[in-house]
């Protein structure tokens, strides 16, 4: 049976990945931070499957920062592939916590790449980075080859992380591999992302639960994918007969109003009449115009982004209006 681990197995990726590992019938670990309260609701199905959990699925505690216990867990587990999906992963929170951001996806990163260096049995390494390492480019689309400038105190952790990736591939020869993913979402996206704040208003705002919705810049265009499409390439990556680094992305860039207007069409409202701009949601810099070129990943991965903009606010509205009738049938 092939062996995982997942960092960040509790995130939205982590959970549709561990999911698909173990579809294809994978051991499967996770590292997770020990933490008072135990933030776990994506991991619920697999938690209460008892043919599951600690048959197949195993958590670890660790946190990102503490190399002697990541070191143990996998001198211990010795996974045939490790992903490494953790670490703050909020933009524009990343102003406001520059350091614990770079912390962890920076040098968290390079911990994890030297505990790798150093192991008799190395599993094959997967880093998600992110288009905001191309902060605002000179070309669009931007594909592996692009030029990194990044714009964003997570923007720049991200282009030390990915490169290190590359500096391990090329000096140790690490198979280790860098994921460039654009926005991707899903029904789990954490309620502080744009696309889920933006489904879950809608459906709130159609209940009479709320009355309106306050955005910042709605200047941006990005290429916003379905998630588990992007897990499953992350997989697919670490196949391949070489370690390479992909982008993963739709290829099509679409505006914040673009999405407001799919998501609130879905609920029969306009958006318009929602929409407050709050300076609070303001970035001291915003990139603005971000959109990938997957043809490496399409011609060797064999993989397509599938899920349309339309389709993926409809699949988290939908997904938000039944979350709001769950909760207003336990309390009452
Ligand atoms: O949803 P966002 O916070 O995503 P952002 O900044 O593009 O970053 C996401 O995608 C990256 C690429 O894959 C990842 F690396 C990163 O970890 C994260 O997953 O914001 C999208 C856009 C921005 O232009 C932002 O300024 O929406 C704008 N926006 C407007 N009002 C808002 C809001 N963003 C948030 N989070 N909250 C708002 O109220």
């Known amino acids: 049976m092939p062996s995982a681990m997942l960092t960040g197995i509790t995130g939205q990726d982590g959970s549709y990945l561990a999911e698909q590992l173990l579809s294809r019938n994978y051991e499967v670990h996770g590292l997770v931070r020990r933490t008072s309260s135990t933030q776990?609701?994506?991991?619920?199905?697999?938690?209460?499957?008892?043919?599951?959990?600690?048959?197949?699925?195993?958590?670890?505690?660790?946190?990102?920062?503490?190399?002697?216990?990541?070191?143990?867990?996998?001198?211990?587990?010795q996974p045939d592939e490790l992903y490494h999906l953790a670490g703050q992963s909020h933009v524009g929170t990343s102003f406001e916590i520059p350091e614990s951001t770079c912390q962890f996806a920076a040098m968290g990163t390079l911990?994890?790449?030297?505990?790798?260096?150093?192991?008799?049995?190395?599993?094959?390494?997967?880093?998600?980075?992110?288009?905001?390492?191309f902060g605002r480019p000179e070309v669009t689309p931007q594909n592996e080859q692009t030029p990194m400038c990044p714009v964003t105190p997570y923007g720049v952790a991200k282009t030390f992380a990915t490169n290190m990736v590359r500096l391990y591939r090329d000096s140790f020869g690490l198979f280790a591999?860098?994921?460039?993913?654009?926005?991707?979402?899903?029904?789990?996206?954490?309620?502080?992302?744009?696309?889920?704040?933006?489904?879950?208003?809608?459906?709130?705002?159609?209940?009479?639960l709320q009355k309106k919705l306050k955005l910042g810049?709605?200047?941006?265009?990005?290429?916003?994918?379905?998630?588990?499409?992007?897990?499953?390439?992350?997989?697919?990556?670490?196949?391949?007969?070489?370690?390479?680094?992909?982008?993963?992305a739709t290829g099509a860039a679409?505006?914040?109003?673009?999405?407001?207007?799919?998501a609130f069409e879905a609920v029969e409202l306009d958006w318009r009449e929602y929409v407050e701009q709050d300076p609070r949601y303001m970035r001291p810099a915003e990139v603005t115009q971000l959109v990938g070129n997957a043809s490496k990943a399409e011609s060797q991965l064999g993989w397509k982004a599938a899920t349309t903009l339309n389709d993926?606010?409809?699949?988290?509205?939908?997904?938000?209006?039944?979350l709001y009738s769950n909760q207003a049938r336990q309390n009452s």
């Not at 911990?111 to 390492?133: A, C, N, T």
């Not at 309620?191 to 705002?205: G, L, N």
């Not at 993926?312 to 039944?322: G, I, K, S, T």
Request: charged fraction near 30%; aromatic fraction near 8%; hydrophobic fraction near 35%.
């Open 217 to 248: 810049s709605l200047d941006g265009r990005r290429d916003w994918g379905y998630a588990p499409d992007y897990t499953d390439a992350m997989w697919r990556m670490l196949q391949q007969p070489e370690p390479e680094d992909y982008v993963l």
């Open 254 to 262: 679409h505006s914040i109003r673009d999405f407001l207007s799919a």
């Open 177 to 208: 591999c860098n994921a460039i993913c654009y926005n991707h979402e899903s029904e789990r996206r954490g309620e502080s992302f744009v696309t889920r704040k933006i489904t879950k208003a809608a459906a709130a705002i159609s209940l009479g």
């Open 312 to 322: 993926l606010a409809v699949r988290m509205v939908r997904h938000d209006l039944q």
């Open 111 to 133: 911990k994890l790449l030297e505990i790798v260096r150093d192991l008799s049995k190395q599993p094959r390494f997967l880093h998600i980075s992110s288009s905001e390492i």
């Open 40 to 77: 776990r609701e994506r991991l619920d199905s697999l938690f209460k499957d008892d043919q599951v959990y600690e048959k197949r699925l195993f958590l670890h505690y660790a946190e990102l920062d503490d190399a002697t216990t990541i070191r143990r867990i996998l001198v211990k587990t």
